[in-house]
């Protein structure tokens, strides 16, 4: 098992709304060697499937444009996952799921972050709309769920959370990408 290296001072380098960058200082081998850390509180990420479709949002990712994602958001302080995969459902598509299975939890990028997605599905939803945060411009878009797993296996979401939520949710559904015909 790796040990963590001794870690020789931190400095915090910006606190924002949503995360914190610190500047960490290591000791190892090779002497001591800096590296930003972005502490984040974690954020939860919905697999909305109803009567065989899955709810997608599109909207516009500032470092990189628009995007067609899983609904997904931030941890409120003091909020638990389950809170937040009920919040952030109700408020990007305007449903409440009556059944939230967990599908895991994983790092998003563990060379540089500390934050934490967790994975839910989410069934049986019903109209139940939250008001959408305004800066958050985006509009729903109902996929064919076969469709989705297709596009998952093989490379079709640009971002890494909706490929990995809709194989997770493939797989406990038993429709994995090993039983979905190629194109």
């Given at each position: 098992?790796?040990?963590?290296?001794?870690?020789?001072?931190?400095?915090?380098?910006?606190?924002?709304?949503?995360?914190?960058?610190?500047?960490?200082?290591?000791?190892?081998?090779?002497?001591?060697?800096?590296?930003?850390?972005?502490?984040?509180?974690?954020?939860?990420?919905?697999?909305?499937?109803?009567?065989?479709?899955?709810?997608?949002?599109?909207?516009?990712?500032?470092?990189?444009?628009?995007?067609?994602?899983?609904?997904?958001?931030?941890?409120?302080?003091?909020?638990?996952?389950?809170?937040?995969?009920v919040r952030e459902c109700r408020e990007e598509i305007g449903m409440r799921?009556?059944?939230?299975?967990?599908?895991?939890?994983?790092?998003?990028?563990?060379?540089?972050?500390?934050?934490?997605?967790?994975?839910?599905?989410?069934?049986?939803?019903?109209?139940?709309?939250?008001?959408?945060?305004?800066?958050?411009?985006?509009?729903?878009?109902?996929?064919?769920?076969?469709?989705?797993?297709?596009?998952?296996?093989?490379?079709?979401?640009?971002?890494?959370?909706?490929?990995?939520?809709?194989?997770?949710?493939?797989?406990?559904?038993?429709?994995?990408?090993?039983?979905?015909?190629?194109?």
């Open positions: 098992m790796a040990e963590r290296p001794p870690l020789v001072g931190s400095e915090l380098i910006y606190a924002g709304t949503v995360f914190t960058l610190r500047r960490h200082r290591i000791s190892t081998a090779q002497g001591v060697v800096e590296r930003d850390v972005v502490w984040h509180p974690g954020a939860v990420v919905l697999v909305p499937v109803d009567q065989g479709q899955v709810s997608l949002v599109r909207q516009w990712r500032e470092p990189v444009g628009e995007l067609l994602e899983l609904p997904a958001g931030t941890l409120d302080p003091g909020e638990s996952p389950l809170e937040t995969a799921p009556g059944r939230l299975e967990p599908l895991g939890q994983h790092l998003a990028a563990p060379g540089y972050s500390t934050e934490m997605l967790f994975f839910f599905l989410a069934q049986d939803l019903h109209a139940d709309p939250l008001p959408l945060p305004e800066e958050e411009g985006l509009a729903v878009e109902a996929m064919d769920w076969r469709d989705a797993v297709r596009m998952a296996a093989t490379g079709g979401f640009a971002d890494t959370k909706t490929a990995l939520g809709v194989l997770l949710a493939a797989v406990r559904l038993k429709d994995g990408p090993a039983s979905i015909e190629r194109p």
